[in-house]
């Protein structure tokens, strides 16, 4: 089971075409290198990813990583992230109960670990028919396929230090479920909860502003979720997605299809230099 694993991952970084080195800016980065690994890849079952953050008082912790034995499913927090302090205290401890797999809905799902567009039986990445395009929870997709929850297959825990420092752990325990999958490198990032994004679609014409006084009535005023402005409407978003909305086009697709971070590092600024596979990997696939 293991080697045919170590093929499942050696065959996915291949069809990606590159692997990334651990890297990270102020507030984002990615976790490429699985602990006690010597150079970037997968983590197979029992492996795991370890990386430092940094957060102050208000600031969340929002990641996601590919099930690499799916068509587009990965693991993450909630679209607002992981509260990373409890009334002024650092949060220490097992949060796996805040992580859920989902459905990025950029490819038609086939039964984990079997379906012939999913690594390392699909012919090229992208190559699968095209799902309806919606971000949700893969507990609430009804397409008659079961789906894990993330406990089966991560353990995350939070480790605070000194200095607003915290150690992130994201273990592959999928070996111990019906799902046994690599999981891919880590995009991550920390942000406040107060975050908006303007959704352009809900900017409002002329005629709608000078409406905009009989509209808002006091159930909208005191909605967390919404908020007006002159001739704006804001929306609360989430940083690398919104459940019941469509992908952002950020580069989470990439992540979540042919587990390349890429992409959606380099939207949140993180830039990272480009690494083909090396003649030992290549070596390595050659021997399996």
Known sequence: MRKSLLVISLLLLMCSGAVFADHHEANAGVAAVPVGGDGPGIALPGGA???A???GEGDYLSFASMLAQSNDGFLAPNEYGIALYDMG???SGDVTDQVYYWDLGSERNEPIG???YQAPRQAEPNSGPAGDGMVRLASDLDDNLSYPTAAELVVVTLTAGDMGEFTVRIDNVSDMSMYPSPITPVFWIVHSGDMMMMDEDMMMDDNMAEEDDDMMDDEMADDDD???????????MGILFTSGQSDYGHGLEALAEDGDPSALAAHHGVMMDEMMMDDEMEEDDDDM
Do not use: N, R, S, T
């Open 114 to 116: 079997e379906g012939m």
């Open 53 to 55: 953050i940094h957060a």
């Open 89 to 91: 205290a650092p949060v």
């Open 226 to 236: 919404m908020m007006m402005d002159g001739e704006m409407m804001m929306m609360k």
């Open 49 to 51: 990813y370890e990386f």
